[in-house]
């Protein structure tokens, strides 16, 4: 199966590259961007060093969906998609604040109140918590975004606005959409028989100054999802709860010694164990999105993205 982990594409009027974790973006002349969904894999700020067939399909279907069915909540940046592989949508400015917020204690949230912490950027998190069990009410614990697309940081709101990250206003805003969207993602999860444990959301300006939702959202990716069926028997045995996240991914690493630290090594990713990464992530799509994923042609990827996106853009002229 092929994959596409790096793009180096020329399209006209084109002015900008930016290369994040997962994502290439470019810029188009002064109100464009083409997002490219590669299938990179990104766990604790490390690429991982083999792409996952089909990855960024995936991602890049259930994150314009997605915005689609928030629209009515927030304005977003999305204005097509003409590649499987591909978002085309407004310029904006993004804010350097990545809003994730959590309605259950997993994942990162666990790790730190098992190592001992009861504050959670700024937040205070109660004694007596249990792994996977929801907590009291939904926090927003942001993270800073860097530039070049890693080593986020954990921030509290304070510091947020004591150093000017955003201005009070915008935060606010971005407070307000949060906790909407979560609501509305944890509603659709529901009708599909899952629970949105955690997720995060990213803003940024328009020319015109309006904020909006950007990247992706409520995808496996940026998201966290346990099985509604069995959750209250695992939980109550202290049994590991099912997941569509891909927390399978960052659990695998852990056994295997690597979290990301200076000195660690990524461990082998087998063509078996790409396979199997593929085929849970073409899950996480059929149980999220309620219908059977169609794969893509492979057959040459670049090709297929650089004819689509320059119809496209020539569609506009």
């Known amino acids: 199966m092929n994959s596409i982990t790096s793009t180096d594409f020329t399209f006209e009027n084109q002015k900008a590259v930016y290369k994040g974790k997962v994502r290439d973006v470019y810029?188009?002349?002064d109100d464009l961007l083409v997002m490219v969904a590669t299938d990179r894999l990104s766990a604790f700020d490390v690429i991982l060093p083999k792409g996952i067939p089909y990855k960024g399909q995936i991602l890049n279907q259930i994150a314009s969906e997605n915005l689609e069915l928030t629209r009515d909540i927030v304005p977003n940046w999305l204005l097509a998609t003409p590649d499987p592989n591909v978002s085309v949508g407004l310029c904006c400015e993004?804010?350097?604040v990545e809003m994730v917020i959590r309605g259950y204690l997993a994942g990162h949230a666990a790790r730190e109140y098992k190592a001992g912490k009861r504050s959670l950027c700024g937040v205070a998190l109660p004694e007596g918590l249990v792994e996977n069990a929801p907590l009291p009410s939904p926090i927003i614990t942001p993270s800073?975004?860097?530039d070049n697309g890693t080593h986020d940081e954990d921030?509290?709101?304070e510091d947020i606005l004591k150093r000017g990250i955003v201005s009070a206003e915008d935060y606010e805003l971005m407070e307000r959409y949060t906790y909407a969207l979560f609501k509305r993602?944890?509603?659709l999860a529901h009708k599909r028989g899952l629970i949105l444990v955690d997720t995060k959301y990213e803003f940024g300006k328009t020319k015109d100054g309006v904020v909006v939702l950007i990247d992706e959202v409520h995808t496996p990716d940026s998201s966290r999802y346990f099985y509604a069926?069995?959750?209250?028997e695992r939980l109550r045995k202290g049994e590991p709860q099912r997941q569509l996240s891909k927390e399978f991914?960052?659990?695998w690493l852990i056994e295997n010694g690597f979290q990301g630290r200076a000195g660690e090594q990524v461990p082998e990713m087998t063509n078996a164990h790409v396979k199997a990464i593929s085929e849970r992530y073409i899950e996480l799509y059929e149980h999220l999105l309620g219908k059977k994923f169609v794969p893509s042609d492979t057959t040459d990827i670049q090709e297929r993205i650089y004819k689509n996106v320059?119809?496209?853009l020539r569609s506009l002229l």
């Open 229 to 232: 069926e069995g959750y209250e």
């Open 249 to 251: 991914v960052r659990q």
């Open 310 to 312: 320059s119809e496209y």
């Open 144 to 146: 800073t975004k860097a």
């Open 27 to 29: 810029t188009i002349g």
């Open 185 to 187: 993602g944890s509603e």
């Open 155 to 157: 921030i509290s709101r």
């Open 94 to 96: 993004p804010l350097k």
